[in-house]
Protein backbone atom coordinates (compact mmCIF):
# COMPACT_ATOMS: atom_id res chain seq x y z
CA UNK A 1 0.00 0.00 0.00
CA UNK A 2 1.36 3.27 -0.94
CA UNK A 3 -0.11 7.09 -0.69
CA UNK A 4 2.04 8.55 -3.45
CA UNK A 5 0.41 9.28 -6.33
CA UNK A 6 0.80 6.81 -9.39
CA UNK A 7 2.46 8.56 -12.42
CA UNK A 8 -0.11 9.23 -15.12
CA UNK A 9 -1.33 6.37 -16.61
CA UNK A 10 -1.59 6.63 -20.62
CA UNK A 11 -4.89 5.35 -22.31
CA UNK A 12 -6.06 4.95 -25.49
CA UNK A 13 -7.63 8.39 -25.35
CA UNK A 14 -4.36 10.20 -24.87
CA UNK A 15 -2.95 8.32 -27.72
CA UNK A 16 -4.97 9.78 -29.73
CA UNK A 17 -4.73 13.32 -28.13
CA UNK A 18 -0.87 13.14 -28.55
CA UNK A 19 -1.48 12.24 -32.09
CA UNK A 20 -3.95 15.03 -33.07
CA UNK A 21 -1.17 17.41 -31.00
CA UNK A 22 1.59 15.93 -32.70
CA UNK A 23 0.24 16.02 -36.38
CA UNK A 24 -1.49 19.50 -36.07
CA UNK A 25 -5.00 18.60 -35.92
CA UNK A 26 -5.41 21.05 -32.64
CA UNK A 27 -3.23 23.33 -31.07
CA UNK A 28 -4.60 21.94 -27.73
CA UNK A 29 -7.92 20.28 -26.39
CA UNK A 30 -11.57 21.51 -25.49
CA UNK A 31 -13.44 18.51 -23.67
CA UNK A 32 -16.78 18.44 -21.70
CA UNK A 33 -18.91 16.66 -19.06
CA UNK A 34 -22.26 17.11 -20.36
CA UNK A 35 -24.43 15.78 -17.54
CA UNK A 36 -27.87 16.01 -17.67
CA UNK A 37 -29.49 17.76 -14.33
CA UNK A 38 -32.29 14.97 -13.98
CA UNK A 39 -30.61 13.48 -10.51
CA UNK A 40 -27.33 13.33 -8.76
CA UNK A 41 -24.07 12.26 -9.86
CA UNK A 42 -22.78 8.88 -8.65
CA UNK A 43 -19.45 6.91 -8.49
CA UNK A 44 -19.67 6.64 -13.15
CA UNK A 45 -19.61 10.20 -13.19
CA UNK A 46 -16.91 10.66 -11.11
CA UNK A 47 -14.67 8.67 -13.76
CA UNK A 48 -15.98 10.72 -16.63
CA UNK A 49 -15.53 14.20 -14.68
CA UNK A 50 -11.72 12.63 -13.70
CA UNK A 51 -11.36 11.78 -17.22
CA UNK A 52 -12.79 14.83 -18.94
CA UNK A 53 -11.36 17.70 -16.50
CA UNK A 54 -8.06 15.52 -15.46
CA UNK A 55 -7.51 15.18 -19.13
CA UNK A 56 -8.05 19.25 -20.13
CA UNK A 57 -5.46 19.45 -16.33
CA UNK A 58 -2.54 17.62 -18.13
CA UNK A 59 -2.58 18.67 -21.65
CA UNK A 60 -3.53 22.76 -20.47
CA UNK A 61 -6.36 22.61 -22.25
CA UNK A 62 -9.93 23.30 -21.61
CA UNK A 63 -13.20 21.69 -19.83
CA UNK A 64 -16.90 22.83 -20.32
CA UNK A 65 -19.79 22.16 -17.84
CA UNK A 66 -22.96 21.83 -19.72
CA UNK A 67 -25.80 21.04 -18.79
CA UNK A 68 -27.85 18.92 -20.94
CA UNK A 69 -31.23 20.06 -20.45
CA UNK A 70 -33.09 18.95 -23.19
CA UNK A 71 -35.90 16.80 -21.04
CA UNK A 72 -37.43 19.97 -19.20
CA UNK A 73 -39.78 16.87 -17.50
CA UNK A 74 -37.32 15.19 -15.53
CA UNK A 75 -34.95 18.44 -14.71
CA UNK A 76 -34.61 20.45 -11.92
CA UNK A 77 -32.55 23.85 -10.44
CA UNK A 78 -31.69 21.14 -7.01
CA UNK A 79 -30.25 18.56 -9.13
CA UNK A 80 -27.90 21.25 -11.60
CA UNK A 81 -26.46 22.81 -8.13
CA UNK A 82 -25.82 19.94 -6.54
CA UNK A 83 -23.83 18.94 -9.59
CA UNK A 84 -21.91 22.35 -9.55
CA UNK A 85 -21.34 21.71 -6.07
CA UNK A 86 -19.96 17.83 -6.88
CA UNK A 87 -17.93 18.75 -9.89
CA UNK A 88 -15.77 21.07 -7.57
CA UNK A 89 -15.75 19.47 -4.45
CA UNK A 90 -13.97 16.57 -6.48
CA UNK A 91 -11.33 19.53 -7.10
CA UNK A 92 -12.28 20.71 -10.86
CA UNK A 93 -13.12 23.99 -11.75
CA UNK A 94 -15.14 24.15 -15.63
CA UNK A 95 -14.27 26.85 -18.42
CA UNK A 96 -15.98 29.88 -17.68
CA UNK A 97 -19.23 30.05 -17.45
CA UNK A 98 -22.01 27.05 -17.11
CA UNK A 99 -23.17 26.28 -20.24
CA UNK A 100 -26.44 24.71 -21.15
CA UNK A 101 -27.63 22.61 -23.86
CA UNK A 102 -30.51 25.15 -23.52
CA UNK A 103 -28.64 28.41 -24.54
CA UNK A 104 -28.71 27.10 -28.36
CA UNK A 105 -31.93 26.13 -28.66
CA UNK A 106 -32.57 28.74 -30.96
CA UNK A 107 -29.12 28.33 -32.74
CA UNK A 108 -30.81 24.16 -33.11
CA UNK A 109 -33.67 25.30 -34.36
CA UNK A 110 -32.37 27.46 -37.28
CA UNK A 111 -29.66 24.44 -37.98
CA UNK A 112 -32.99 22.42 -38.13
CA UNK A 113 -34.37 24.88 -40.11
CA UNK A 114 -31.22 24.54 -42.84
CA UNK A 115 -31.53 20.76 -43.20
CA UNK A 116 -35.24 21.00 -44.27
CA UNK A 117 -34.07 23.73 -47.09
CA UNK A 118 -31.68 20.91 -47.77
CA UNK A 119 -34.07 18.10 -48.00
CA UNK A 120 -32.93 16.38 -45.08
CA UNK A 121 -35.68 16.64 -42.70
CA UNK A 122 -38.87 16.18 -42.69
CA UNK A 123 -42.26 16.75 -40.48
CA UNK A 124 -43.71 13.66 -39.91
CA UNK A 125 -47.57 12.84 -38.06
CA UNK A 126 -47.10 9.08 -38.04
CA UNK A 127 -48.30 8.54 -34.30
CA UNK A 128 -45.48 7.08 -31.60
CA UNK A 129 -47.08 3.56 -32.26
CA UNK A 130 -46.84 3.97 -36.25
CA UNK A 131 -43.24 4.96 -36.05
CA UNK A 132 -41.93 2.45 -33.92
CA UNK A 133 -43.50 0.04 -36.59
CA UNK A 134 -42.17 1.38 -39.71
CA UNK A 135 -38.96 1.82 -37.76
CA UNK A 136 -38.29 -2.32 -38.55
CA UNK A 137 -36.04 -4.12 -36.28
CA UNK A 138 -32.33 -5.32 -36.11
CA UNK A 139 -32.96 -8.16 -38.42
CA UNK A 140 -35.92 -6.47 -40.68
CA UNK A 141 -35.50 -3.26 -42.40
CA UNK A 142 -37.52 0.20 -41.57
CA UNK A 143 -39.93 1.04 -44.61
CA UNK A 144 -40.45 4.69 -45.19
CA UNK A 145 -42.74 7.21 -43.75
CA UNK A 146 -45.81 8.13 -46.10
CA UNK A 147 -44.77 11.96 -44.82
CA UNK A 148 -41.21 11.23 -45.60
CA UNK A 149 -41.86 13.00 -49.38
CA UNK A 150 -43.22 16.36 -48.62
CA UNK A 151 -42.18 19.77 -49.91
CA UNK A 152 -39.32 21.48 -48.80
CA UNK A 153 -42.23 24.61 -48.44
CA UNK A 154 -44.50 22.02 -46.71
CA UNK A 155 -42.04 21.24 -43.80
CA UNK A 156 -41.19 24.10 -43.53
CA UNK A 157 -44.30 25.85 -42.44
CA UNK A 158 -45.12 22.72 -40.61
CA UNK A 159 -42.42 23.01 -38.19
CA UNK A 160 -42.55 27.16 -38.21
CA UNK A 161 -46.33 25.99 -37.00
CA UNK A 162 -44.96 22.96 -34.33
CA UNK A 163 -42.48 25.88 -32.74
CA UNK A 164 -45.66 28.42 -32.73
CA UNK A 165 -47.85 26.26 -30.87
CA UNK A 166 -50.35 24.89 -33.06
CA UNK A 167 -50.02 21.11 -33.06
CA UNK A 168 -51.17 19.03 -29.83
CA UNK A 169 -48.23 17.83 -28.26
CA UNK A 170 -46.32 14.15 -29.67
CA UNK A 171 -48.60 14.69 -32.56
CA UNK A 172 -45.82 15.36 -35.08
CA UNK A 173 -42.07 15.29 -34.54
CA UNK A 174 -39.28 16.73 -37.16
CA UNK A 175 -37.33 13.79 -38.31
CA UNK A 176 -33.75 13.14 -39.87
CA UNK A 177 -34.54 12.33 -43.44
CA UNK A 178 -31.35 9.54 -43.50
CA UNK A 179 -31.79 6.22 -44.33
CA UNK A 180 -34.89 3.70 -43.16
CA UNK A 181 -33.02 0.49 -44.32
CA UNK A 182 -29.85 1.47 -42.94
CA UNK A 183 -28.49 -1.23 -40.60
CA UNK A 184 -28.02 1.16 -38.17
CA UNK A 185 -31.47 2.02 -36.13
CA UNK A 186 -30.49 5.16 -35.12
CA UNK A 187 -30.02 6.11 -38.17
CA UNK A 188 -33.41 5.18 -39.61
CA UNK A 189 -34.68 8.72 -39.89
CA UNK A 190 -34.48 9.68 -36.04
CA UNK A 191 -36.61 12.12 -34.48
CA UNK A 192 -34.77 16.04 -33.79
CA UNK A 193 -37.49 17.74 -32.20
CA UNK A 194 -40.83 16.97 -30.23
CA UNK A 195 -43.60 18.95 -29.25
CA UNK A 196 -43.29 18.89 -25.35
CA UNK A 197 -45.44 21.28 -23.28
CA UNK A 198 -43.63 21.41 -20.23
CA UNK A 199 -42.15 24.23 -18.41
CA UNK A 200 -37.95 24.38 -18.44
CA UNK A 201 -36.08 25.34 -15.79
CA UNK A 202 -34.00 27.93 -17.94
CA UNK A 203 -36.46 28.92 -21.22
CA UNK A 204 -39.81 28.58 -18.97
CA UNK A 205 -42.27 28.37 -21.24
CA UNK A 206 -40.63 30.23 -24.11
CA UNK A 207 -40.67 26.73 -26.41
CA UNK A 208 -43.17 23.67 -26.86
CA UNK A 209 -41.08 21.85 -29.23
CA UNK A 210 -37.47 20.67 -27.82
CA UNK A 211 -34.58 19.11 -29.75
CA UNK A 212 -33.73 15.32 -29.00
CA UNK A 213 -29.94 14.28 -27.26
CA UNK A 214 -28.10 12.92 -30.41
CA UNK A 215 -28.81 16.33 -32.30
CA UNK A 216 -28.13 18.63 -29.53
CA UNK A 217 -24.98 16.56 -28.51
CA UNK A 218 -23.22 16.92 -31.27
CA UNK A 219 -24.35 20.57 -32.10
CA UNK A 220 -23.56 21.89 -28.71
CA UNK A 221 -19.99 20.14 -28.90
CA UNK A 222 -19.47 22.02 -32.19
CA UNK A 223 -20.58 25.17 -31.02
CA UNK A 224 -18.42 25.49 -28.16
CA UNK A 225 -15.07 24.09 -30.40
CA UNK A 226 -14.56 20.70 -28.26
CA UNK A 227 -11.95 19.01 -29.96
CA UNK A 228 -12.39 15.35 -28.15
CA UNK A 229 -16.18 14.11 -27.10
CA UNK A 230 -15.58 11.79 -24.34
CA UNK A 231 -18.53 8.96 -23.88
CA UNK A 232 -19.77 5.79 -22.43
CA UNK A 233 -19.58 2.87 -24.84
CA UNK A 234 -23.35 2.96 -25.48
CA UNK A 235 -23.03 5.33 -28.24
CA UNK A 236 -20.68 3.74 -30.18
CA UNK A 237 -24.14 3.48 -32.07
CA UNK A 238 -25.12 6.90 -31.96
CA UNK A 239 -21.38 7.65 -33.25
CA UNK A 240 -22.98 8.28 -37.31
CA UNK A 241 -25.66 10.13 -36.54
CA UNK A 242 -23.51 12.80 -34.88
CA UNK A 243 -21.18 12.70 -37.56
CA UNK A 244 -23.96 12.96 -39.50
CA UNK A 245 -26.00 15.91 -38.61
CA UNK A 246 -22.40 17.82 -38.00
CA UNK A 247 -21.63 17.20 -41.98
CA UNK A 248 -24.93 18.31 -43.11
CA UNK A 249 -24.84 21.76 -41.80
CA UNK A 250 -23.12 24.90 -41.85
CA UNK A 251 -20.84 24.44 -38.84
CA UNK A 252 -17.03 24.96 -38.73
CA UNK A 253 -15.84 22.52 -36.35
CA UNK A 254 -16.77 19.01 -36.19
CA UNK A 255 -15.87 17.45 -32.86
CA UNK A 256 -14.48 13.39 -32.66
CA UNK A 257 -16.16 11.56 -30.37
CA UNK A 258 -14.74 8.84 -28.77
CA UNK A 259 -16.02 5.38 -26.22
CA UNK A 260 -14.96 4.29 -22.99
CA UNK A 261 -16.78 1.65 -20.86
CA UNK A 262 -18.83 2.98 -18.15
CA UNK A 263 -17.59 2.10 -14.40
CA UNK A 264 -19.78 -0.29 -12.75
CA UNK A 265 -19.10 -1.08 -8.65
CA UNK A 266 -20.04 -4.66 -7.70
CA UNK A 267 -22.45 -4.68 -4.74
CA UNK A 268 -24.08 -1.23 -5.91
CA UNK A 269 -26.07 0.36 -8.84
CA UNK A 270 -24.85 3.00 -11.01
CA UNK A 271 -27.92 4.24 -12.43
CA UNK A 272 -29.81 7.56 -12.29
CA UNK A 273 -33.47 6.13 -12.33
CA UNK A 274 -32.89 3.46 -10.03
CA UNK A 275 -30.65 5.53 -7.17
CA UNK A 276 -33.98 7.73 -7.68
CA UNK A 277 -36.22 4.95 -6.75
CA UNK A 278 -34.38 4.29 -4.06
CA UNK A 279 -34.28 7.58 -2.79
CA UNK A 280 -38.32 8.16 -3.62
CA UNK A 281 -39.41 4.82 -1.73
CA UNK A 282 -37.41 5.96 1.10
CA UNK A 283 -35.11 2.94 0.87
CA UNK A 284 -32.27 4.90 2.23
CA UNK A 285 -32.11 8.28 3.61
CA UNK A 286 -31.70 10.51 0.35
CA UNK A 287 -29.08 11.36 -1.91
CA UNK A 288 -26.42 11.69 0.24
CA UNK A 289 -27.03 8.97 2.27
CA UNK A 290 -23.83 7.21 3.17
CA UNK A 291 -24.48 3.70 1.87
CA UNK A 292 -25.56 5.59 -1.72
CA UNK A 293 -22.87 5.58 -4.63
CA UNK A 294 -23.48 9.22 -5.17
CA UNK A 295 -21.06 11.57 -5.35
CA UNK A 296 -22.83 13.24 -1.96
CA UNK A 297 -23.32 9.98 -0.21
CA UNK A 298 -19.47 9.66 -0.86
CA UNK A 299 -18.55 12.81 0.57
CA UNK A 300 -20.70 12.13 3.61
CA UNK A 301 -19.27 8.87 3.82
CA UNK A 302 -15.96 10.53 4.44
CA UNK A 303 -14.36 9.67 1.00
CA UNK A 304 -11.76 11.91 -0.38
CA UNK A 305 -11.75 13.81 -3.27
CA UNK A 306 -8.14 12.64 -4.00
CA UNK A 307 -9.06 9.00 -2.86
CA UNK A 308 -12.06 9.40 -5.44
CA UNK A 309 -9.21 10.63 -8.42
CA UNK A 310 -6.61 8.46 -7.50
CA UNK A 311 -9.59 5.37 -7.73
CA UNK A 312 -10.46 6.86 -11.14
CA UNK A 313 -6.68 7.01 -12.18
CA UNK A 314 -6.03 3.51 -11.15
CA UNK A 315 -9.35 1.87 -13.04
CA UNK A 316 -8.23 3.53 -16.30
CA UNK A 317 -9.91 4.38 -19.34
CA UNK A 318 -10.50 1.82 -21.92
CA UNK A 319 -13.30 0.42 -24.27
CA UNK A 320 -13.18 -3.44 -22.20
CA UNK A 321 -16.29 -4.05 -19.79
CA UNK A 322 -14.73 -1.79 -16.90
CA UNK A 323 -16.95 -3.93 -13.67
CA UNK A 324 -14.62 -3.10 -10.20
CA UNK A 325 -15.09 -4.34 -6.65
CA UNK A 326 -16.15 -2.13 -4.25
CA UNK A 327 -12.88 -3.09 -2.44
CA UNK A 328 -11.04 -1.38 -5.26
CA UNK A 329 -12.83 1.82 -4.47
CA UNK A 330 -12.29 1.55 -0.55
CA UNK A 331 -8.43 0.57 -0.70
CA UNK A 332 -7.80 4.23 -2.67
CA UNK A 333 -9.94 5.95 -0.23
CA UNK A 334 -7.44 4.12 2.60
CA UNK A 335 -4.61 4.96 1.17
CA UNK A 336 -5.12 8.84 0.81
CA UNK A 337 -6.70 8.56 4.72
CA UNK A 338 -3.85 6.74 5.86
CA UNK A 339 -1.69 9.82 5.47
CA UNK A 340 -3.78 12.29 6.36
CA UNK A 341 -6.56 11.35 9.13
CA UNK A 342 -5.11 11.59 13.22
CA UNK A 343 -5.51 8.81 14.99
CA UNK A 344 -7.64 8.93 18.18
CA UNK A 345 -9.35 5.79 20.15
CA UNK A 346 -13.03 5.13 20.39
CA UNK A 347 -15.24 2.75 21.76
CA UNK A 348 -17.83 1.34 19.93
CA UNK A 349 -19.38 -1.72 21.87
CA UNK A 350 -18.78 -0.88 25.34
CA UNK A 351 -17.55 -2.75 28.27
CA UNK A 352 -16.74 -1.32 31.52
CA UNK A 353 -13.49 -1.76 33.70
CA UNK A 354 -12.31 -1.08 36.91
CA UNK A 355 -9.09 -0.31 37.69
CA UNK A 356 -8.69 -1.52 41.50
CA UNK A 357 -5.15 -0.24 41.74
CA UNK A 358 -5.29 3.18 40.09
CA UNK A 359 -4.83 5.96 42.35
CA UNK A 360 -5.06 9.50 41.21
CA UNK A 361 -2.05 11.92 40.67
CA UNK A 362 0.37 8.51 40.68
CA UNK A 363 -0.95 6.38 37.26
CA UNK A 364 -1.38 9.26 35.48
CA UNK A 365 -1.98 9.73 31.58
CA UNK A 366 0.92 10.52 28.74
CA UNK A 367 0.80 12.44 25.81
CA UNK A 368 0.17 11.03 22.53
CA UNK A 369 1.43 11.96 19.12
CA UNK A 370 -2.07 12.18 16.30
CA UNK A 371 0.16 10.70 13.69
CA UNK A 372 3.02 8.26 13.96
CA UNK A 373 4.88 9.86 10.77
CA UNK A 374 3.17 13.12 11.38
CA UNK A 375 4.32 14.99 14.26
CA UNK A 376 3.17 18.36 12.91
CA UNK A 377 -0.48 17.10 13.94
CA UNK A 378 0.22 17.54 17.42
CA UNK A 379 -0.53 15.41 20.61
CA UNK A 380 -2.84 15.45 22.89
CA UNK A 381 -3.06 13.85 26.44
CA UNK A 382 -4.60 10.76 27.18
CA UNK A 383 -6.42 10.64 30.44
CA UNK A 384 -6.32 7.01 32.61
CA UNK A 385 -9.19 7.22 35.38
CA UNK A 386 -10.81 4.42 37.86
CA UNK A 387 -12.94 3.29 35.56
CA UNK A 388 -12.61 2.35 31.45
CA UNK A 389 -14.59 1.35 28.78
CA UNK A 390 -12.93 -1.02 26.58
CA UNK A 391 -14.38 -2.84 23.29
CA UNK A 392 -16.70 -5.88 24.72
CA UNK A 393 -15.08 -8.13 22.03
CA UNK A 394 -11.50 -7.46 23.11
CA UNK A 395 -12.30 -9.78 26.45
CA UNK A 396 -12.86 -13.51 25.92
CA UNK A 397 -13.69 -15.88 29.23
CA UNK A 398 -12.40 -18.82 26.99
CA UNK A 399 -10.52 -17.50 24.49
CA UNK A 400 -9.68 -19.26 21.31
CA UNK A 401 -5.43 -20.79 20.88
CA UNK A 402 -3.36 -17.03 19.78
CA UNK A 403 -5.89 -14.76 21.97
CA UNK A 404 -4.02 -11.65 22.02
CA UNK A 405 -6.29 -9.69 24.11
CA UNK A 406 -8.27 -9.87 27.36
CA UNK A 407 -9.09 -13.00 29.41
CA UNK A 408 -9.08 -13.35 33.25
CA UNK A 409 -5.51 -13.79 34.62
CA UNK A 410 -4.27 -12.17 31.05
CA UNK A 411 -2.46 -8.66 30.65
CA UNK A 412 -2.93 -6.60 27.85
CA UNK A 413 -1.01 -3.26 26.83
CA UNK A 414 -3.65 -0.41 26.93
CA UNK A 415 -2.61 1.85 24.24
CA UNK A 416 -0.24 5.05 25.18
CA UNK A 417 -0.84 3.52 28.88
CA UNK A 418 0.21 0.76 31.13
CA UNK A 419 -0.02 -2.71 31.13
CA UNK A 420 -3.49 -4.15 32.56
CA UNK A 421 -4.00 -7.59 34.18
CA UNK A 422 -7.88 -9.06 34.30
CA UNK A 423 -8.34 -10.24 37.83
CA UNK A 424 -12.40 -10.71 37.64
CA UNK A 425 -15.48 -10.91 35.33
CA UNK A 426 -18.38 -9.55 37.30
CA UNK A 427 -22.04 -10.82 36.40
CA UNK A 428 -25.34 -10.11 36.81
CA UNK A 429 -28.05 -12.63 38.68
CA UNK A 430 -28.74 -13.53 34.66
CA UNK A 431 -25.22 -14.41 34.29
CA UNK A 432 -24.34 -11.98 31.89
CA UNK A 433 -20.98 -9.98 32.22
CA UNK A 434 -21.41 -6.29 33.59
CA UNK A 435 -17.65 -5.03 34.10
CA UNK A 436 -14.40 -6.49 34.66
CA UNK A 437 -11.95 -5.60 37.64
CA UNK A 438 -8.52 -5.27 36.43
CA UNK A 439 -5.49 -3.92 37.83
CA UNK A 440 -2.50 -2.43 35.69
CA UNK A 441 1.35 -2.53 36.63
CA UNK A 442 2.61 0.87 37.56
CA UNK A 443 6.08 -0.07 36.50
CA UNK A 444 5.15 -0.32 33.25
CA UNK A 445 4.33 3.46 31.39
CA UNK A 446 6.65 3.77 28.11
CA UNK A 447 8.56 0.63 29.10
CA UNK A 448 8.46 -3.09 28.56
CA UNK A 449 6.94 -5.29 31.80
CA UNK A 450 9.80 -7.20 33.46
CA UNK A 451 10.26 -10.93 32.83
CA UNK A 452 7.29 -10.88 30.68
CA UNK A 453 6.19 -10.17 27.45
CA UNK A 454 2.61 -8.64 26.77
CA UNK A 455 1.91 -9.05 23.06
CA UNK A 456 -1.32 -7.28 22.79
CA UNK A 457 -2.81 -3.80 22.96
CA UNK A 458 -5.85 -2.39 23.02
CA UNK A 459 -7.37 0.91 22.53
CA UNK A 460 -9.91 2.29 25.81
CA UNK A 461 -10.85 5.39 26.98
CA UNK A 462 -11.42 6.91 30.67
CA UNK A 463 -15.19 6.93 31.48
CA UNK A 464 -15.00 10.00 32.74
CA UNK A 465 -13.22 12.17 29.75
CA UNK A 466 -14.47 9.97 27.11
CA UNK A 467 -17.46 11.85 25.06
CA UNK A 468 -21.00 9.76 24.07
CA UNK A 469 -20.90 9.92 20.43
CA UNK A 470 -22.86 8.35 17.63
CA UNK A 471 -21.33 6.22 15.45
CA UNK A 472 -22.88 4.84 12.40
CA UNK A 473 -21.65 1.39 10.42
CA UNK A 474 -22.16 0.97 7.04
CA UNK A 475 -21.88 -2.44 5.01
CA UNK A 476 -22.57 -2.83 1.22
CA UNK A 477 -26.16 -1.51 0.33
CA UNK A 478 -26.84 -4.87 -1.81
CA UNK A 479 -26.71 -8.49 -0.71
CA UNK A 480 -25.14 -9.40 -4.76
CA UNK A 481 -22.83 -8.57 -6.71
CA UNK A 482 -24.76 -6.99 -9.80
CA UNK A 483 -28.10 -6.53 -8.00
CA UNK A 484 -29.40 -5.22 -11.35
CA UNK A 485 -28.47 -7.91 -13.77
CA UNK A 486 -31.75 -9.44 -13.58
CA UNK A 487 -33.68 -7.16 -15.94
CA UNK A 488 -37.07 -9.73 -14.47
CA UNK A 489 -36.30 -9.55 -10.76
CA UNK A 490 -36.65 -6.38 -8.60
CA UNK A 491 -33.51 -5.10 -7.08
CA UNK A 492 -34.91 -4.21 -3.93
CA UNK A 493 -34.92 -7.28 -3.46
CA UNK A 494 -31.66 -7.57 -2.73
CA UNK A 495 -31.32 -4.57 -0.54
CA UNK A 496 -29.22 -5.37 2.33
CA UNK A 497 -31.08 -5.66 5.43
CA UNK A 498 -27.95 -4.92 7.64
CA UNK A 499 -26.40 -1.92 5.41
CA UNK A 500 -26.89 0.63 8.25
CA UNK A 501 -26.26 -0.08 12.30
CA UNK A 502 -26.00 2.56 14.66
CA UNK A 503 -23.60 2.14 17.61
CA UNK A 504 -24.28 4.61 21.15
CA UNK A 505 -20.26 4.67 21.41
CA UNK A 506 -17.94 6.88 23.12
CA UNK A 507 -15.15 9.40 21.70
CA UNK A 508 -11.60 10.38 23.41
CA UNK A 509 -12.43 14.17 24.62
CA UNK A 510 -10.37 15.36 21.88
CA UNK A 511 -12.81 15.33 19.08
CA UNK A 512 -15.19 17.30 20.90
CA UNK A 513 -14.62 20.61 18.67
CA UNK A 514 -14.34 17.95 15.33
CA UNK A 515 -16.24 20.19 12.68
CA UNK A 516 -18.39 18.42 10.68
CA UNK A 517 -16.43 16.58 7.77
CA UNK A 518 -13.60 16.02 9.75
CA UNK A 519 -11.84 12.62 9.72
CA UNK A 520 -10.35 10.45 11.72
CA UNK A 521 -8.87 7.22 12.40
CA UNK A 522 -10.49 5.43 15.09
CA UNK A 523 -7.59 3.32 16.29
CA UNK A 524 -8.12 -0.29 15.00
CA UNK A 525 -11.69 -0.02 14.14
CA UNK A 526 -11.19 1.81 10.43
CA UNK A 527 -11.77 5.68 9.56
CA UNK A 528 -14.71 7.67 10.40
CA UNK A 529 -16.11 11.18 9.54
CA UNK A 530 -17.53 12.92 11.34
CA UNK A 531 -21.44 13.40 9.71
CA UNK A 532 -22.22 16.38 7.52
CA UNK A 533 -25.57 16.80 8.30
CA UNK A 534 -26.00 15.80 12.14
CA UNK A 535 -22.83 16.45 13.47
CA UNK A 536 -22.10 19.69 15.71
CA UNK A 537 -19.06 20.96 16.72
CA UNK A 538 -19.14 20.43 20.82
CA UNK A 539 -23.00 19.36 20.59
CA UNK A 540 -24.30 15.98 18.97
CA UNK A 541 -21.04 13.82 17.82
CA UNK A 542 -22.01 11.75 15.13
CA UNK A 543 -19.45 9.90 13.13
CA UNK A 544 -19.66 7.32 9.80
CA UNK A 545 -17.09 4.92 9.38
CA UNK A 546 -15.70 5.37 5.90
CA UNK A 547 -13.86 2.62 5.60
CA UNK A 548 -12.26 -0.18 8.05
CA UNK A 549 -8.66 -0.44 7.86
CA UNK A 550 -8.05 -3.65 6.17
CA UNK A 551 -10.56 -4.78 2.86
CA UNK A 552 -13.45 -6.08 4.79
CA UNK A 553 -14.83 -7.05 1.45
CA UNK A 554 -13.55 -10.29 0.83
CA UNK A 555 -13.95 -11.80 4.53
CA UNK A 556 -14.44 -10.51 7.53
CA UNK A 557 -11.31 -9.57 9.67
CA UNK A 558 -10.78 -8.39 12.96
P1 LIG B 1 -27.71 7.32 -15.97
O1 LIG B 1 -27.78 6.29 -17.04
O2 LIG B 1 -27.26 6.82 -14.64
O3 LIG B 1 -28.90 8.21 -15.85
P2 LIG B 1 -26.42 9.08 -17.76
O4 LIG B 1 -25.31 8.57 -18.54
O5 LIG B 1 -27.72 9.20 -18.47
O6 LIG B 1 -26.52 8.26 -16.41
P3 LIG B 1 -25.64 11.80 -17.83
O7 LIG B 1 -26.02 12.90 -16.92
O8 LIG B 1 -26.07 11.86 -19.23
O9 LIG B 1 -26.14 10.49 -17.11
O10 LIG B 1 -24.07 11.54 -17.77
C1 LIG B 1 -23.12 12.54 -17.92
C2 LIG B 1 -21.84 11.95 -18.39
O11 LIG B 1 -21.37 10.96 -17.48
C3 LIG B 1 -22.00 11.26 -19.74
O12 LIG B 1 -20.94 11.68 -20.58
C4 LIG B 1 -21.92 9.82 -19.41
O13 LIG B 1 -21.37 9.10 -20.47
C5 LIG B 1 -21.05 9.78 -18.17
N1 LIG B 1 -21.39 8.61 -17.36
C6 LIG B 1 -22.59 8.29 -16.86
N2 LIG B 1 -22.56 7.12 -16.21
C7 LIG B 1 -21.28 6.67 -16.30
C8 LIG B 1 -20.59 5.50 -15.83
N3 LIG B 1 -21.22 4.55 -15.12
N4 LIG B 1 -19.28 5.39 -16.10
C9 LIG B 1 -18.63 6.34 -16.79
N5 LIG B 1 -19.21 7.45 -17.26
C10 LIG B 1 -20.52 7.63 -17.02
MG1 LIG C 1 -27.20 10.48 -20.50
Request: charged share 30%; glycine share 6%; with cysteine.
Amino acid sequence: MSSTPLPVTSNFIRSIIDADLAGGKHRGIVTRFPPEPNGYLHVGHAKSICLNFGLAKDYHGKCNLRFDDTNPEKESEEYAQSIQDDVRWLGFQWDGEVRWASDYFEQLYQFAVELIQKGLAYVDDLTPEQMREYRGTLTHAGKNSPYRERSVAENLDLFTRMRAGEFADGSRVLRARIDMTSGNINMRDPAIYRIRRVHHIRTGDAWCIYPMYDYTHCISDALEGITHSLCTLEFEDHRPLYDWVLDNITIPCHPRQYEFSRLELHYTITSKRKLLQLVNEKRVSGWDDPRMPTIQGMRRRGYTPEGIREFAKRIGVSKSENTVDMAELESAIRDDLESKAPRVMAVINPLKVVVTNFVEGQTESREAGFHPQHAEFGARLVQLGKEIWIEADDFSENPPDGWQRLTIGGEVRLRYSFVLRCDEAIKDAAGKLIELRCSIDPDTLGKNPAGRKVKGVIHWLSCTHALQAEIRIYDRLFTVPEPDADKEFDFFNYLNPYSLSVAQGWVEACVRDAAPEARYQFERLGYFCADRRDHQAGGKLVFNRTVTLKDSWAKEQN
